[in-house]
């Protein structure tokens, strides 16, 4: 079902931009690989080459249908990038943006939050970051700044929270990785808890928790049951700062009944407590399967297996 319903999008997306006009579908896999439609997590659609420029246009497209990325290519054999490539939010506000050189980000880069206003900003050389980065909190305060080179950490870096006070200093080694690191307090007063710079938010009662909330709100469509139908739901989430859950979306389906009603059930979770970076809330996005099979049933105990969410990792060059 999942995989017609792909076929079928990829189809008609072709149809708007007219069909002589596109290659047939390549569906990819979490590492951007060529893969089967079973295996997907998105595709690829490109426009016949562009015969004055020489490069091909390509869109790539969430399976549910969403745009995630849109750029040009050199060569589609092996798929090389070339000139500006954008990212998109599941809204379809820009997400990042930058220009690419034989298959390498190459200049700046510019990071937006949904409501367009920049998230980040930096250079890339040859596919590497080099020199000034900057990330920004929604508010417009400066969130982090510190300095590259050739794709490494260097020097002092600096955190901030939203209100201006300073919240962290990390001084890497020469492999990037934290040598010296201190966590400051709104006040500034030195923090005296774990220092960690990445904790990722925790559901109220733990994993087991949120596992069992999953199991016991999931509803098996009767439509779904009646077919037999049996898989997962893939459906992405965001936990904000604030530790509530956004921007639900469905990045592998089902069948229509099935996607509704996952992604009713990750929509009702409860606030978290937020994941945390260099003592900062921070957004964290994440990825979890939900199970629907015909001998689900909370009467008779049996509930489908659901395992764990796993983080999702954007696939722009900045992350």
């Known amino acids: 079902m999942r995989i017609h319903y792909a076929f079928l999008l990829s189809c008609l997306l072709a149809a708007r931009g007219g069909v002589a006009q596109s290659l047939p579908a390549v569906y990819l896999n979490d590492r951007d690989e060529a893969t089967v439609p079973d295996s997907a997590t998105h595709y690829r659609i490109v426009d016949r080459k562009n015969e004055l420029l020489g490069t091909y246009a390509m869109r790539e497209y969430a399976l549910s249908g969403t745009l995630l990325l849109r750029g040009t290519l050199s060569s589609i054999d092996p798929p090389v990038r070339n000139g500006l490539l954008t990212w998109y939010h599941p ?11 034989n298959d390498e980000a190459d200049g700046l880069y510019v990071g937006w939050y949904e409501d367009g206003r ?6 890339y050389a040859d596919g590497q970051r080099v020199g000034r980065w900057i990330s920004v909190h929604r508010n417009g305060q400066k969130r982090s700044e510190g300095r590259y080179n050739a794709g490494r950490a260097v020097g002092e870096w600096h955190y ?4 201006g006070e300073l919240s962290a200093i990390e001084m890497p080694d020469r492999q990037g990785k934290p040598l010296a690191l201190a966590f400051f307090n709104k006040d500034g007063s030195p923090y005296m808890g774990k220092v960690r710079t990445r904790e990722l938010p925790q559901f109220p009662g733990g994993e087991a928790a949120l596992l069992n909330y999953v199991a ?18 893939y459906v992405s989430y965001t936990v904000g700062e604030d530790g509530r859950v956004g921007q639900v979306r469905v990045v592998q389906g089902l ?18 407590e937020p994941g945390r970076e260099y003592n900062l809330p921070t957004a964290m996005t994440f990825t979890i399967p939900i199970y629907f099979a015909p001998n689900f049933s909370l009467l008779s105990g049996l509930r489908p297996p659901q395992v764990p969410p796993s983080e999702a990792r954007a696939s722009a060059p900045a992350e």
């Open 91 to 101: 809204s379809g506000s820009k997400a990042g943006q930058v220009h690419y050189h």
């Open 216 to 233: 016991r709100n999931t509803t098996y469509p009767r439509n779904i049951r009646r077919k037999g139908i049996t898989g997962n739901v």
């Open 118 to 123: 920049v998230s980040q900003r930096g250079d």
């Open 160 to 163: 901030y929270y939203d209100t």
């Open 255 to 272: 069948a229509p009944e099935a996607d509704q009603e996952a992604r009713r059930v990750v929509a009702s979770l409860p606030a978290f």
